[in-house]
């Protein structure tokens, strides 16, 4: 397991802009989920460790865009457009892995998480 530390989280109008980030080191696909009160985590967003895959749940295309700079051992989530329906604790989540492309889907496929981030938006 890897520790993941999270940050970026708040408060925001409908409409705003937030940026996560969550840092981590090494071969590491990873991301982002959301559970907000009285619902299961749902996968928002995902990225294999070269940056060069991603993946957007329909909820979130074009408003969300997963990112990662390795060089900072650090995995963004840019959310735009924010709506109130959006509002959620957010997780990032990692999986280690040597295959180059792969992103992954499934709670179950990530072995370490992040103590989740708040993100509250106002109508």
């Known amino acids: 397991q890897v520790q993941l530390v999270e940050s970026g989280g708040g408060l925001v109008q409908a409409g705003g802009s937030l940026r996560l980030a969550c840092t981590t080191s090494g071969r590491y696909a990873m991301g982002w989920f959301r559970q907000a009160p009285g619902k299961e985590r749902e996968l928002v967003a995902s990225?294999?460790?070269?940056?060069?895959?991603?993946y957007s749940a329909d909820s979130v295309k074009g408003r969300f865009t997963i990112s990662r700079d390795n060089t900072k051992n650090t995995v963004y989530l840019q959310m735009d457009s924010l709506k109130p329906e959006d509002t959620a604790v957010y997780y990032c989540a990692a999986r280690y892995t040597s295959l180059l492309g792969s992103i992954y889907y499934r709670e179950s496929d990530f072995g370490s998480w992040g103590q989740g981030t708040q993100v509250t938006v106002s109508s």
């Open positions: 990225i294999d460790w070269s940056g060069g895959a991603t």
